[in-house]
C-alpha cells in the first residue's frame, strides 16, 4: 500500500513521524481577507473543524492515494456516510435500486427515514439483470448495495450492475466494508461511490467509529436531475463539491481528529491484520463444516458455495473474515452462545478480537417476522466475525461450546 508516501499538508515543526493531533475546533487568521478566503472556498486554510481538520485531511489523503479515488469524505461513523451519500443523490419523487439483503439500519434508512422525505427505495434481485431493468426509471438517482451482504452473504456481479446502471444514466454506490482496499479495487469493477464503515479493518481493533466516501470521478453528473446544474460547473466533481460544500457541513457528522488519528495508524496494518483474519475465516469455514451440531457453513471463500465463482472473481480467495453458521433452532443458538469461553459476545466486525452475535434477535430484532423474512434473516443463523486469534482455539471454543 501507498500511505508512507502521504505527507504532511505543511511541514510539522518538531519532525514527527505520525500526524499530530490537531485537536481545535477553530483556527486563527492573520487577516481578514485570509478569513474570507477560508470560509467562501477559496483558499485551503483551515477555519473550523467540523468543516475540515488537518488530522482528518491527512487520513483522507492517505485513503485517496492507496485507492486512487478522486476525493476521500471521513465522517463520524459508517451509517453517517451512507446517509450522507444518498442525501446528496436522492431528493422528493427519486427512488433507490436496491437488494433487500442489507444490514438492518441501512434497511431502515431507506424504508422509513428517507421515506419520509419522499424518496421511494425498490427492493429487488440484484442477480436478476431483468429485474434490476425494470425497476429503474428515469427517477432513479442511485443503485446502492452491500458487495457481500451482511448476514445473508449474497454478492452481485458488479461489472453487470455498472454496466446497466451506466447506460440508464444512474451512479453505482456500493458499500465495500466486508472486504477492503487492500485486497481489491472497487473503481475496476464499476462502483462510482464507495462507502466504508472504517469502525470495521481499518481502526485497527475497534479503537474508534468512522465512515469514509470515496468518489472515484467516474460518473457523468449532467445525468443526475439533482446533481446537473453542477455537473455544468464541475463536471465529474459535482458529487464531491455537493457533498463537501453543502450535505456534510449540514448535517455536522465530519469525523474528529482523534479518531482520524487512530484510523490513519490503522491503514498502517491494515493488509497484515485483513490477511490474517481472512486466511483463519477460510480455514475455521472448512473444518466448522465437520462439527456435530452445525447444520450448515456460510462463507463464499468454500467451493461449494453458490457465489464462489463471482466472489474469487471480484475480492480474490478471502472474501473478508466474517461468516455464518446455522444451528438447529434459536433456543440452540441462544444455548451455545451462553456456552461460549474465549469468542466475545458482541456486535462489531472485523475487530482484532473474534466476535459473534444472533442477528435475528439483535441487529434485527426490532423487525417484524413478515420483514425478516422478506431480508432472509433466520432465527437459526449465527454471524462470526473471525480475529486474530488461533483457529484451533476458536475450533475448540465453537465446539465445546456446541457439546454443552
Not at 453517517?80 to 427512488?95: C, E, F, H, K, P
Amino acid at each position: 500500500m501507498k500511505y508512507q508516501h502521504t505527507s504532511f499538508q505543511k511541514p510539522d515543526a518538531y519532525h514527527a513521524l505520525q500526524i499530530p493531533v490537531y485537536q481545535s475546533v477553530a483556527f486563527e487568521f492573520d487577516t481578514a481577507e485570509e478569513m474570507e478566503a477560508a470560509f467562501t472556498g477559496k483558499s485551503a486554510d483551515y477555519c473550523y473543524s467540523r468543516i475540515t481538520n488537518p488530522t482528518v485531511q491527512f487520513f483522507e489523503e492517505r485513503v485517496r492515494n492507496i485507492t486512487g479515488a478522486t476525493s476521500v469524505t471521513a465522517l463520524n461513523s459508517g451509517m453517517a456516510a451512507i446517509s450522507n451519500t444518498l442525501i446528496a443523490l436522492a431528493s422528493a419523487g427519486s427512488n433507490i435500486v436496491t437488494s433487500p439483503h442489507l444490514f438492518g439500519n441501512t434497511y431502515a434508512l431507506m424504508a422509513s427515514t428517507l421515506a419520509s422525505f419522499g424518496v421511494e427505495t425498490r427492493f429487488c434481485n440484484l442477480n436478476d439483470p431483468e429485474e434490476v431493468k425494470a425497476n429503474t426509471d428515469e427517477n432513479t438517482c442511485a443503485l446502492f448495495l452491500e458487495v457481500i451482504t451482511n448476514p445473508q452473504l449474497e454478492i452481485a456481479d458488479l461489472k453487470m450492475l455498472s454496466e446497466i446502471m451506466h447506460r440508464a444514466g444512474v451512479p453505482l454506490v456500493a458499500d465495500t466494508t466486508v472486504v477492503p482496499f487492500c485486497a481489491w479495487s472497487a473503481k475496476e469493477f464499476g462502483v462510482d461511490i464507495e462507502i466504508i464503515s472504517s469502525t470495521k479493518y481499518i481502526s485497527g481493533g475497534a479503537t474508534s467509529l468512522g465512515g469514509l466516501i470515496l468518489d472515484y470521478g467516474t460518473f457523468d453528473w449532467k445525468a443526475s436531475k439533482k446533481l446537473n446544474a453542477l455537473a455544468g460547473q464541475h463536471g465529474r466533481d459535482a458529487f464531491t463539491f455537493k457533498l463537501r460544500r453543502e450535505i456534510h457541513r449540514n448535517l455536522g457528522a465530519y469525523m474528529t481528529p482523534q479518531v482520524a488519528y487512530q484510523q490513519a495508524l490503522g491503514i498502517e496494518s491494515l493488509s497484515l491484520r485483513f490477511e490474517r483474519a481472512s486466511s483463519s475465516c477460510l480455514k475455521l469455514a472448512g473444518q466448522l463444516k465437520t462439527v456435530p451440531g452445525i447444520v450448515s457453513v456460510n462463507y463464499t471463500g468454500l467451493p461449494e458455495n453458490p457465489f464462489h465463482t463471482l466472489s474469487e472473481k471480484q475480492f480474490g480467495p478471502l472474501p473478508g473474515a466474517m461468516l455464518t453458521f446455522d444451528l438447529e433452532s434459536r433456543s440452540r443458538c441462544f444455548a451455545f452462545l451462553n456456552h461460549l469461553k474465549l469468542i466475545k459476545r458482541a456486535t462489531n466486525l472485523f475487530d482484532n478480537k473474534s466476535l459473534i452475535i444472533h442477528p435475528a434477535s439483535t441487529i434485527f430484532g426490532t423487525f417484524s417476522e413478515a420483514v425478516r423474512r422478506e431480508m432472509d434473516i433466520r432465527d437459526t443463523t449465527i454471524r462470526l466475525s473471525v480475529g486474530l486469534e488461533d483457529v484451533q482455539i476458536l475450533l475448540k471454543d465453537i465446539a465445546d461450546s456446541l457439546n454443552e
